[in-house]
């Protein structure tokens, strides 16, 4: 096996780092003398708004509340993958590292998938249940659980020579962008012969088997890498 085919890379690939769009908002970022660390933070910020919301969704009265609420959430959700790409961009492009860059860019990462997947579930409470288990808080728990055991995993890659594994079926933004989809169906639940709360619950259940598979690939993978520099 050609090791260079299969050896993980380190850098997340993203279409969109090379638009012109996001190279001047990574200008005007720059010249505003944010750091990336300060963005990173940022990023985490608007994970705990839109975390808030979810939660909020599930406990106020009226339609229309929680179809702001959502909306809210279903907005702050890309924002924290905008500022987690932006982040980089400073750091790389603008050459603008530090040397605790890789602290803050991880930490405030799992932090923001535990918010709000977690805050997922927890909208989701009441809806299901098996004998004494809420499946809402449970599946959403699970997802947030198993969303860092992805980044976990591919760390742990890097850290034996194997490189950085960001594929999916599920990483990072394919989750945030399922969440940012489940929350905006959310909002039609009035209008749909179920319960609120369906919709989350179908969602982070989708997250949690995702990234479950989305580990497994990047250990086999990893397993694979380590095995061919070995020469076995």
């Not at 406990?59 to 702001?68: C, K, N, S």
């Not at 530090?98 to 799992?110: A, F, M, Q, T, W």
């Not at 959310?186 to 479950?212: F, K, R």
Request: a positive charge; aromatic letters at 6%; glycine letters at 10%.
């Amino acid at each position: 096996m050609d090791i260079s085919m299969s050896h993980g890379t380190d850098r997340r690939e993203i279409p969109q780092r090379s638009t012109r769009w996001a190279a001047r908002t990574a200008d005007v970022l720059a010249a505003a003398k944010l750091t990336p660390n300060q963005i990173s933070l940022g990023s985490m910020f608007f994970a705990g708004v839109g975390a808030a919301a979810l939660i909020s969704s599930a406990h106020t009265d009226g339609d229309a509340a929680r179809l702001v609420l959502l909306t809210a959430a279903a907005v702050c959700i890309p924002l924290r993958l905008l500022l987690n790409m932006l982040d980089g961009m400073l750091a790389v492009e603008k050459g603008m590292s530090s040397p605790v860059g890789d602290l803050y860019n991880e930490l405030p990462d799992r932090i923001s998938d535990v918010l709000l997947l977690a805050a997922a579930g927890i909208a989701a409470a009441g809806v299901a249940t098996v004998g004494s288990v809420d499946l809402g808080i449970l599946l959403g728990f699970l997802a947030a659980v198993l969303a860092v055991l992805t980044a976990y995993i591919r760390s742990l890659g890097a850290s034996l020579g194997a490189g950085s594994f960001f594929d999916g079926p599920l990483a990072k933004p394919h989750r945030m962008w399922l969440l940012t989809v489940g929350a905006l169906a959310a909002t039609a639940e009035p209008w749909l012969p179920w319960p609120p709360g369906w919709v989350l619950l179908s969602t982070v259940s989708v997250i949690a088997l995702g990234s479950l598979f989305t580990c497994m690939r990047r250990v086999r993978r990893i397993s694979t890498v380590l095995r061919v520099q070995a020469g076995k």
